[in-house]
């Protein structure tokens, strides 16, 4: 079955303190007004974007869960993404973004979930998945449909995360604003 998931190269949003403050604050008052919860897997932002959640006093209203599943294993046994899938795919796929997405949203019950899944650097790149290939899926709220997108991100290993650790908020707003 062929994708729908877009594939990106930049622009990349702001990635600045400030203005990752400003899309955690358009966030809350987004989730807030819904009633929603939201909840993150992250793999190779190692929970930066539920660092971003949490520094927002109040977070709690909104957010309740924040999973770092940087193993394959715990892709496996926390989110239930298929190893047959991993095996074929490869963790940093576009199918195991998505899984991971919706494994979270069953795990947490979060009204919406954001998945990243990728090769932040110096090293682990192939000619296939160069360094910077990050996998993002969003699932939720219930009148959006599941979305995926493929960056390649450009930078250091700390650029590369911060750049999508934007990226994920960023589609979180988006899908609320979508909904």
Known sequence: MP?????????????GDHELAE???????GLEARRLTAATAESCTGGWVARCLTDRPG???WFGYGLVTYSNEAKVRLLGVDPGVLA?????????ARQ?????RRLTGAGLTVAITGIAGPGGGSPAKPVGTVWFAWDGPETVAP????????????AIRRQSVA?????LVARLDSA
């Not at 899309?23 to 008052?29: D, E, G």
């Not at 991971?100 to 979270?104: C, D, E, V, Y």
């Not at 990226?167 to 589609?171: F, N, T, V």
């Open 147 to 158: 979305a995926a997108v493929r960056w390649q991100l450009h930078g250091s290993r700390e």
């Open 23 to 29: 899309l955690v604050a358009r966030l809350a008052t």
């Open 88 to 96: 074929a795919e490869g963790a940093v796929s576009e199918p195991v």
């Open 59 to 61: 977070s709690s209203a």
């Open 3 to 15: 994708s729908d998931a877009e594939i990106r190269t930049g622009p990349v949003p702001a990635a």
């Open 167 to 171: 990226i994920a908020l960023a589609g």
């Open 100 to 104: 991971m997405a919706s494994g979270l």
